[in-house]
């Protein structure tokens, strides 16, 4: 089963909404608002999108409301993907 990690997070995030001064995700940004950092909700919503289809788990709009900071993205993403891989 593949892992969603920090380094991919952000990837993503450079990917779709720029380097923003190239936050760095190790220790305390990881609880930091993902709005903090820089991103907004559409940065948020392309996130969803790219993670679909990279990963092939679907992200439902309102996982959004709970995938607030760095760390909560994560999780919830590891979480989807360990259901499919159960599946």
């Known amino acids: 089963m593949s892992r969603f990690t920090a380094n991919d997070l952000m990837r993503i995030l450079r990917s779709c909404g720029g380097d923003n ?7 305390p940004a990881l609880d930091t608002p993902i709005t903090e ?3 907004d909700s559409l940065a948020m919503l392309e996130v969803a999108s790219i993670v679909q289809r990279e990963y092939g788990v679907p ?3 309102e996982a959004l409301s709970y995938m607030t900071t760095p760390r909560t993205t994560i999780e919830y993403l590891n ?3 360990t259901q499919r891989s159960a599946a």
């Open 59 to 61: 992200v439902p709009d």
């Open 79 to 81: 979480g989807r993907l």
């Open 37 to 39: 950092l820089g991103y």
């Open 21 to 27: 001064d190239v936050v760095d995700l190790d220790g």
